[in-house]
């Protein structure tokens, strides 16, 4: 059973989502309790998206020539274990950044290759990436409660012990993964996979309606900085314990995994760039109204809002490639979103409210990331005035 493609492919989600769920909201506490300022968190957190947008692309495109897709998924899962495990060992402040910069990269450049993986596997029948991609999701809630409480119990060490483990078992299922998925001919010329040409790139930012969608989904998922780096902070400084930071992290991945499960209901009845729209708004409330630290039931209330600031974002963006983008730049235009609307902006994001940010006083930087999902609404409302439901042309509109 160890050996079957699905269980590989669908523990090589879950031992990166169980790294994350506890990177994501508990990792920052470890790195201010080493002495780290929250400026500095900003940088060394926003530095590793920016880095992974000089250099993601780089490596997916070495990837793509590969005849074996375990060198560059156990070059990257080889990158982020190894400097997950070096974290353990006491050190100096600068080389703790340069390794949690490393990590931090390391885990974003692995995660969509390991997608393009997956749905190879999908595509020849050997996997369900659906199912695969949803255990994903689980283990990052099993992360956020059980790391919480062993954290609540025993220090903020844990989650530099648990990103390790789960970094580590990442890739030891790399290692056993299949060689290579071949879906046809197509595919492949001479043993290797085609690569692309990067230049194809360039078409798409000829249509003013892709950059709006750009602009719109790269400032809405940028809006979510303060609280995937900062929310710890905040929500310690008020009382709240690891274990209830757990949950409330948890039940905004509930509310994100409904509406992706009923995702194809809202699209029919909604349309892409309405999606984008209703996720910027949600960004417009939800971001000032946890600077202002509510009472608890009241931010329960908000994290519920991820449905609609991160999947409701997230599904708008993909459904607007699938009718917009023409076929043969479908794939160029998901890295584009993802490398440059998506990390590059939450990174450039983090690095400001690292400077304005502090656990006392949160409404600043949570007022500058409802900031940006207003410009992010407005350039929303700009695409449905241009985008005709069409495909775009990408030699002039």
Request: hydrophobic fraction near 55%; proline fraction near 4%.
């Amino acid at each position: 059973m160890l050996r079957n493609p699905a269980t590989l492919y669908t523990a090589l989600y879950v031992g990166q989502f169980l790294f994350l769920g506890v990177q994501l909201p508990f990792f920052p506490g470890w790195l201010e309790a080493q002495g780290i300022t929250a400026g500095m968190i900003g940088l060394v957190m926003g530095g590793s998206l920016i880095l992974r947008l000089v250099l993601g692309p780089i490596v997916a495109w070495w990837a793509e020539s590969q005849s074996d897709q375990r060198k560059a998924l156990m070059a990257v899962a080889g990158m982020m274990a190894m400097s997950s495990i070096l974290l353990l060992i006491p050190q100096p402040i600068w080389s703790i950044c340069i390794l949690t910069i490393l990590a931090i990269w390391a885990f974003g450049c692995l995660v969509p290759l390991s997608d393009t993986a997956v749905m190879r596997a999908d595509k020849a029948g050997q996997v369900n990436y659906g199912q695969s991609r949803g255990a994903g999701s689980l283990a990052f809630i099993v992360a956020n409660l059980a790391g919480g409480v062993l954290i609540a119990s025993h220090g903020d060490n844990v989650s530099v012990v648990w990103m390790a483990i789960a970094a580590s078992l990442t890739l030891l299922v790399v290692v056993i993964l299949p060689r290579r998925t071949v879906e046809s001919s197509q595919d492949v010329e001479a043993g290797t996979i085609v690569r692309p040409h990067l230049s194809e790139a360039m078409r798409l930012f000829r249509s003013r309606s892709f950059i709006l969608m750009l602009i719109a989904v790269g400032l809405t998922q940028g809006t979510h900085a303060a609280y995937y780096y900062f929310s710890e902070l905040h929500w310690s400084a008020l009382g709240y314990r690891s274990d209830l930071i757990g949950i409330l992290w948890t039940l905004g991945v509930l509310a994100e995994i409904i509406v992706l499960y009923k995702g194809r209901s809202f699209i029919r009845r909604l349309g892409p760039v309405a999606m984008i729209s209703i996720g910027a708004f949600g960004a417009i409330i939800r971001w000032p109204l946890t600077g202002l630290s509510p009472p608890l039931p009241v931010l329960v209330g908000l994290q519920l809002l991820h449905a609609l600031t991160f999947a409701m974002t997230y599904l708008g963006s993909v459904e607007f490639i699938a009718r917009a983008v023409p076929s043969g730049l479908s794939n160029t235009s998901m890295t584009i979103v993802s490398t440059l609307g998506v990390g590059a902006l939450t990174g450039l994001a983090a690095i400001f409210v690292g400077f304005v940010f502090t656990a006392e006083a949160p409404l600043p930087a949570y007022l500058l990331m409802g900031g940006m999902g207003a410009v992010g609404f407005i350039a929303s409302l700009l695409l449905s005035r241009r985008w005709n439901g069409g495909l775009i042309n990408t030699a002039r509109s």
